[in-house]
């Protein structure tokens, strides 16, 4: 089992920025990938940003020059530095973590979810 905690969040005007930090505890593998998705209201979950162990990352286009995914010294926290923030990135954030335990088992953690409002 893998424990998520997430902080970070909350309410910012359009052109501002958040962090988001997400910390794993637990039965944690290596060969991990640790990243954050998102649900608007009446939308489906998207991916934002993946990270793999090794550093290797992944962004959703709209977020692309925008938001930062990094991992702590650890290895097991992981970080989503949103800038210029949108009106249209309010949602629910998150947390993900894809256990891969060997190459045909994988265990899929998810975080209880922080929400990110931006005004206008």
């Known amino acids: 089992q893998v424990q998520l905690v997430e902080s970070g969040g909350g309410l910012v005007p359009a052109g501002g920025s958040l962090t988001l930090s997400c910390a794993a505890s637990?039965?944690?593998?290596?060969?991990?990938?640790m990243g954050w998705y998102r649900q608007a209201p009446g939308k489906l979950r998207e991916l934002v940003a993946t990270?793999?162990?090794?550093?290797?990352?992944n962004y959703l286009d709209s977020v692309k020059g925008r938001f930062t995914i990094s991992r702590g010294n650890a290895k097991n926290t992981v970080y989503l530095q949103m800038n210029s923030l949108k009106p249209e990135d309010s949602a629910v954030y998150y947390c993900?973590?894809?256990?891969?335990?060997?190459?045909?088992?994988?265990?899929?953690?998810w975080g209880q979810g922080t929400q990110v409002t931006v005004s206008s």
């Open positions: 993900k973590f894809e256990n891969v335990i060997n190459s045909w088992s994988r265990e899929d953690y």
């Open positions: 637990g039965s944690i593998f290596s060969g991990n990938t």
């Open positions: 990270i793999t162990n090794g550093g290797m990352t």
